[in-house]
């Protein structure tokens, strides 16, 4: 893990973590503490514990079994998958929503009615591809967020944000919770899409941030819910098989 990458939190804590269980004070087959108890044991929030137990995941320590916790899977990490770290989804969401909430702003006063065409759509695009291929909507969801950044016309505001889309495709533990997000339902919304068109086309640079605040604001709540959710969903399972067995 680089130096420059241990001033993450999340890094940190994976580190710690790391080392624990390479000395034995997690033995492979044991639980972890919950996510409540990690979190002020560092404290530090629960979404960057859930960052840790990613980095842990991809580099093959521990197996997260829904309803039931995170157990050691090993004491050293898989061949090859040492530090698989980069920059958190929580990280890269709060920062896309600080930036592109503002290009959103930018773009309302410079946006071209041919560019608004387009985002209608892409909308549309996103409609169709939801109940086909959840791949192919979001890559149609890449390019209407791409597109607004273009409409901007400031050549630092496209940079940035090519560079958090970019710095998104690499990242293994976006790639992880993305997978999550998907097993728990979590598609793009058409309506907050369309919200963010119709703010361009009013011409309101108010209008156009808090609508793209307010998409990335329920985005990053959805991954924080993915786990739970799916949790939650193993739990009423049990529940019912316990039930069967009694009546």
Known sequence: MSAKG???????????LTGQIAEGRYAV?????????????????????????IALELDGLVDVRLGSGVYVKAQTPNEGQAGATDIGPFELLEARRAIEAEACAMAAKRITNDELDQLDALVIEMQTENARDVDRSEDADKRFHMLIASSTQNSAMIAAVEMLWEARERSPQTKLMGEKAHAAGVIPRIDEHAAIVSALRARSPEDARDAMRRHLTRVLNSLLAATEVQEME??????????DRYT
């Open 234 to 243: 193993e739990a009423k399972a049990r529940i019912a098989a316990a039930r």
């Open 29 to 53: 087959g044991q639980r972890l503490p919950s996510e409540r108890d990690l979190a002020q044991t560092y404290s530090v929030s629960r979404p960057t514990i859930r960052e840790a137990i």
């Open 6 to 16: 241990e001033n993450r939190l999340y890094e940190r804590v994976a580190k710690d």
